[in-house]
Antibody, heavy 115, light 106 residues
């Protein structure tokens, strides 16, 4: 069964970088699909942030393009999110999801940006 | 960006009632549409992908339909466990979400 799990710091200071890991079990991230990061703001609005494909190509939401990087470690079947220069507006629950219609999601991790 | 207009934003329905939620895309999305259910404190649960394909394990009372710009999610006979917030998502171009429909028990 495919499972995704996010991990990383729950608190980040303004102007610093946010770094999260998505660990995938039950499916190789190099086999197929795009592997996505999505966030949900307080108030429930959802925003797609970007993906890394099974081949290693990336695509990012234009609104984040200057601040975001998605990479992977195929040996650990993990992919990563880095978001630079965070502000309080980046406070959200961050999810990773598999991109076949987004059929599989992680449980999410809350990241608060605060001094 | 493709804008997804979801309606209604909230609704009350009775157990056993047929419920329909709609999403309209700002352009043709070629049936690249998913529907999710989310309960408080939980991650979204995908119900439908590719507009009308039921995810394994999702009850058959859920169904999706539509094409072009217009899509709908139908619950044929509402059960208590169906309360929650429902979202649509298009993934024809870079993915965008509807604003959600909060479904509550009448």
């Amino acid at each position: 069964d495919v499972q995704l799990q996010e991990s990383g710091p729950g608190l980040v200071k303004p102007s610093q970088s946010l770094s999260l890991t998505c660990t995938v079990t039950g499916y190789s991230i190099t086999s197929d699909y795009a592997w996505n990061w999505i966030r949900q703001f307080p108030g429930n609005k959802l925003e797609w942030m970007g993906y890394i494909s099974y081949s290693g190509s990336t695509s990012y939401n234009p609104s984040l393009k200057s601040r975001i990087s998605i990479t992977r470690d195929t040996s650990k079947n993990q992919f990563f999110l880095q978001l630079n220069s965070v502000t309080t507006e980046d406070t959200a629950t961050y999810y990773c999801a598999r991109g076949d219609g987004f059929a599989y999601w992680g449980q999410g991790t809350l990241v608060t940006v605060s001094a | 960006d493709i804008k997804m207009t979801q309606s209604p934003s909230s609704m009350y329905a009775s157990l056993g009632e047929r419920v329909t939620i709609t999403c309209k895309a700002s352009q043709d999305i070629n049936s690249y549409l998913s529907w999710f259910q989310q309960k408080p404190g939980k991650s979204p649960k995908t119900l439908i992908y590719r507009a009308n394909r039921l995810v394994d394990g999702v009850p058959s009372r859920f169904s999706g339909s539509g094409s072009g710009q217009d899509y709908s999610l139908t619950i044929s006979s509402l059960e208590y466990e169906d309360m929650g917030i429902y979202y649509c998502l298009q993934y024809d171009e870079f993915p965008t979400f509807g604003a959600g429909t909060k479904l509550e028990l009448k």
